[in-house]
């Protein structure tokens, strides 16, 4: 079995009242059994009580679910659906806002080359990935359009929507199709088309079927947008460019079962949820910095903004969540986080080792850059003397940091970091009173957009 992940908040609970989280403890495991409960409920199919509508908790099984399929079922159908994609096209736009946009960037940017589409198709691992309906501007929109058409490239789409009625993303979809059809006509169109998308009901599925699209793929049934990257939502592009989605759901089951089984203190679901929840109660530190070690773990953060805020900003309350990148925003915010209000939580989110190539300081005759000091040492030993020299600082002035630390940045152990956060987020929920699923405060923008283009 491969490494698991860790979490460390030794440092940080030296800050907090004495027996603060053995305190919280009976409340804490009582959130984990309502969430798990939650999971039976909704296996059950029976009434949900109105104070727990929506009961989106699909999430929590899905990973081990999707595993037992790899053979016959819908991950094999995925894997082999993706493999056909890839021989027809060598490029492809990933339509979708929201969960199913940042959740491929998260995979994609951890786990992909960051120069993907700079190479030839004889050195990457897969077509090249453009994104689309993820925001409204016109300009990148045709931009991207009359860069396909230019390129002369065999490009197709995956187009991400469970209702079909998301205005951003319906749009780019019916500017890309109308572009794919006129390119290569509707036949042939049609093959280049992968949907992932709600059942009976959703407007992109009816359209899918109209068009006579081969491979139509599921958002399963309480799965929110944000909890979804590791169903189809995500797996269907990741398998496109060649992400390895097995470890990635063998690396979210493992957390989903550890979740289940252990104590606090070996549990970082619990644990992190723990250190949040106390640092907020007892000293008003409701701003949470996730400080990413390294550039290929940014879009992971990203993700994680949009799963807390959705999740449980909601009635007046919620803490802030905030992604930094180090040490590039060492340059930038850590001025504020060693010296602004004491508001805020930090989590470092680092690898111990570094995956790929890690380049050496090389010696220089004449050293005018005086960097031979260090000739020898390798750039991941700089990032990580960056890291605890700025904990060193952090601690010094009672900044309260705490870690999560991933083995090395590989799928599957972002598998088990993407299952922690979206675990911890659903137990936090539980733990403070909030309905960590459904979005009702993003629905009144798009009932009044909707209005205003309508003219109605």
């Avoid at 169903?231 to 390895?244: E, K, R």
């Avoid at 000091?373 to 952090?394: I, N, P, S």
């Avoid at 940091?401 to 972002?414: E, G, H, N, Q, R």
Wanted: glycine share 10%; net charge negative; with cysteine.
């Amino acid at each position: 079995m491969p490494e698991p992940l860790s979490y460390s908040n030794a440092a940080a609970l030296d800050l907090l009242p004495a027996n603060a989280a053995e305190a919280l403890r009976p409340d804490l495991l009582k959130a984990r059994d309502e969430t798990l409960a939650d999971v039976d409920l909704f296996n059950s199919g029976g009434d949900v009580p109105a104070e727990k509508q929506p009961l989106d908790a699909g999430f929590v099984e899905l990973p081990a679910k999707l595993l037992a399929t790899k053979e016959s079922g819908e991950l094999a159908d995925l894997l082999a659906a993706a493999d056909r994609f890839r021989e027809r096209v060598d490029a492809f736009v990933s339509l979708g806002i929201g969960g199913s946009y940042m959740g491929l960037r998260a995979l994609q940017e951890a786990l992909g080359d960051p120069l993907h589409n700079e190479k030839p198709a004889s050195h990457r691992d897969g077509p090249k990935l453009y994104y689309g309906g993820q925001n409204v501007d016109p300009g990148v929109t045709a931009n991207l359009l009359k860069h396909l058409d230019d390129s002369g490239v065999d490009w197709g789409i995956v187009v991400i929507s469970k209702s079909g009625g998301t205005l951003e993303t319906a749009l780019a979809f019916r500017l890309f199709r109308e572009a794919l059809e006129q390119a290569v006509g509707a036949d042939e169109a049609a093959k280049r088309v992968i949907p992932v998308t709600g059942g009976e009901g959703s407007k992109l599925r009816a359209l899918a079927q109209e068009k006579g699209y081969a491979d139509i793929f599921p958002v399963p049934e309480g799965v929110g947008g944000r909890f979804s990257v590791l169903s189809a939502v995500g797996l269907v592009p990741a398998a496109i460019v060649g992400l390895d989605v097995e470890a990635l759901l063998q690396g979210a089951a493992d957390m989903t079962e550890r979740f289940r089984t252990a104590e606090p203190g070996d549990n970082p679901v619990l644990d992190y949820v723990s250190t949040c929840h106390l640092f907020e109660k007892h000293l008003s530190m409701d701003v949470r910095i996730l400080s990413t070690w390294g550039d290929r773990l940014e879009a992971v953060g990203l993700w994680y903004d949009q799963l807390l805020a959705e999740s449980l900003g909601k009635e007046q309350r919620g803490a802030l969540p905030l992604t930094v990148v180090n040490t590039r925003d060492l340059h930038s915010r850590g001025q504020q986080h060693q010296e602004g209000k004491r508001d805020k939580l930090i989590h470092n989110l680092y690898a111990a080792s570094p995956a790929g190539a890690n380049p050496t300081i090389p010696q220089s005759d004449a050293d005018q850059d005086q960097l031979n000091k260090y000739a020898g040492k390798t750039v991941f030993d700089v990032l990580t003397a960056a890291r605890e020299g700025t904990d060193q600082a952090y601690a010094e002035d009672d900044r309260p940091t705490a870690d999560i630390v991933l083995p090395t940045i590989d799928a599957y152990s972002i598998g088990q970091l993407l299952q922690m956060l979206m675990l911890a987020t659903a137990v936090e929920g539980r733990l403070i009173g909030i309905n960590p699923y459904g979005q009702p405060g993003v629905e009144a923008y798009k009932k009044n957009m909707n209005a205003i283009l309508s003219g109605s």
